[in-house]
């Protein structure tokens, strides 16, 4: 990517992150097909997830625990941890970098909009879920989600994702995710109560806040702080840590090919 487009998509990154902070309806204008009536949760709270990359150091326990909060079918992850080798283009140096990654709760998400079935909703609190009873497999969602951050579980034919453990959090234990985070990295929160740490740190590093792919106006509500601006469109990244095998013992891979 030359110097002057990922310049600009930082920039993109950091006003997309402050636009968290805009009201609601501002950004229901985005542009994105019309958003089905939001249902279900506290619609005086609005979650948000900030990752903070300058603690995170690739253990993969959020991963792991995700994986069994979950129980997702062997191969499939609701959040991953991709593993990139960066090289500085002053000395040349080469630093290993890593990028968790998960569903976004966009607040303008292009997934729900695509359901034919309503199966794909979001929250009043800005969560966005899947009702597995209703879904039909179909995969618009999968298709429309800008973030490769949804899959069809084989187990149950229908679409699956990160939903920041919403059934940890409606009765008050945190994600598995940030519950296992031994660095700190993942913090999550309200960010409509101005006490609460995430948005404190929000305020604290406003400025140095980013997002991905912020060119798709989805306004994600993932936040990323100390991410290179090279992270913003998320390249490939090579396998990380360790190599999944499935039941017959065939290697698959730690990430689907694409991530």
């Not at 979950?70 to 991709?82: D, Q």
């Not at 309503?118 to 039909?136: F, H, L, P, S, W």
């Not at 990295?185 to 309200?190: L, S, V």
Request: net charge negative; aromatic share 6%.
């Amino acid at each position: 990517m030359d110097f002057a487009r990922r310049t600009l998509l930082g920039q993109m990154a950091r006003l997309t992150a402050g636009a968290a902070l805009m009201p609601f309806s501002s950004l229901a204008n985005a542009g994105i097909n019309a958003q089905p009536s939001r249902r279900e949760g506290d619609g005086s709270k609005r979650y948000a997830m900030l990752i903070d990359l300058r603690q995170c150091i690739g253990c993969q326990a959020c991963t792991v625990s995700c994986h069994i909060e979950n129980e997702a079918p062997l191969g499939s992850f609701r959040t991953i941890v991709s593993q990139y080798e960066v090289e500085n283009e002053d000395t040349g140096d080469i630093a290993t970098m890593m990028l968790p990654r998960l569903c976004n709760h966009c607040e303008v998400p292009p997934c729900v909009p695509v359901c034919p079935v309503q199966a794909t909703y979001q929250r009043e609190d800005g969560i966005v879920v899947v009702d597995n009873e209703a879904c039909v497999g179909c995969a618009y969602c999968v298709q429309a989600c800008p973030y490769d951050a949804r899959f069809i579980n084989e187990y149950t034919q229908t679409a699956d994702k990160c939903t920041f453990c919403a059934h940890r959090l409606d009765v008050g234990l945190l994600p598995a995710c940030v519950e296992s985070c031994v660095g700190g990295a993942r913090i999550i929160g309200d960010i409509r109560d101005p006490d609460s740490q995430i948005s404190r740190m929000m305020a604290e590093h406003h400025d140095d806040l980013m997002v991905l792919k912020p060119e798709q106006g989805t306004s994600p509500h993932v936040f990323y702080l100390g991410m290179d601006e090279r992270f913003v469109t998320r390249p490939l990244a090579d396998p990380a840590i360790w190599d999944v095998r499935n039941s017959e013992g065939k290697e698959i891979g730690y990430e689907f090919a694409g991530h």
